[in-house]
């Protein structure tokens, strides 16, 4: 019988630590509407964005890895696909929250001068639908797609049967849709808040960056999970120097890759030198934001790039994870710069209690679900783990 032994994730005390901070981050929004000080809608947006990016990139990541037959990446399966499932109750009503309340802030579109024609598009009834079936195909695939990976070890059955070769062709034909499915969903929000936040502006690579950067940050996150287990030190971790070293080639072809793209943005708007186009990046290159941008800069790519070509980086943990830190600090840098310049010529980000509270409010209730899913299911797929990889002709 294959071996569904229940692997803690973190203590319970965790549990109970970031289920409180997340309540006291839902009293830090009620308290600060109350009181005439709701929190900045910009920031709240991009960290909603943030989060919800890097969370989808769990199931993402269990697709791209399948797809290719990467048997490395078997022991991130299941804790990236949970961690996509975690985030979907906050994906759902952070997004109808932002809706109810912040819309008329953020879309310029909504109050139109009387002799101005708008697309229909920018329309608000269609951006609340076409997000929502973003957000419902996503998700729907990838309840399927983590149930159809999870039923082996909750059934019990033998390990390397026909029934587990069977899910796993399964997995393998599903992986497309999931991939599919993340480009449509991110390709919404990406157009909607970020594009359409800004009259006339278009970007035909946008959303690829957008959306790419998502990949990027939590495909580095991903180191997390063997930290908090062990590595290749504890002896009932299936996580060894291979998924290690493995993970860092990866997260050093993405930072190539996401430069590539940054650039491919920013050459085309810079050499058109069209003003409506140019002003978004100037007004984050440039001034008050220049510092963020620069930050992002260094984090995403050249402390990255310069890292990585010392072979002892891509073989450590610490040094993946003091990395992957960075990455997501950049990442989340990116979304900010999206968003907030739109609206604020000097926006310093955190600078109220109500802001900071929501925020780390927001963050702590996706990591208390990671941890109680973690803490209640098979933490590996160890029917994944025990299927030998099929002989090549």
Known sequence: MASTTRTMLAPRWAFWLFAALFVAGIAALVTGANNGSPPDIGLLTASFLFLMGISQTGVVFCAMTRLVKAQWSKPYHRLAELSTLAFLPFAVVGFLLIYAYGRDELFYWLNPSPDEHLSPWLNSTFLLYRNLFGLALFYGLAVYYAYKGLQPDLAGSEEGSADHRKVEGQLYLLSPFILLGYVICNTFFAWDFG????????????????WFGNIF??????IVFPALLGGPKSANSPFGMDQIKSLGMIVTGFTLMWLYF???????????NLSHETDVLWRQMYGHYAPYFWTMMFCCFFIPFVSFIFAFVKRSMWTLGILAIGINVGIWLYKYLTVVPVFSPDDTPFSSWVDIGVSVGMAAGFIAVVIALANRLPIYSHWELALKPEPRH
């Open 195 to 210: 594009m359409m936040l800004i009259a006339h502006w278009h970007s035909t690579v946008f959303p690829i960056l957008f």
């Open 217 to 222: 940050a939590g495909t580095a996150a991903l």
């Open 262 to 272: 940054f650039w491919a943005q920013f050459f085309v708007t810079w050499f058109g």
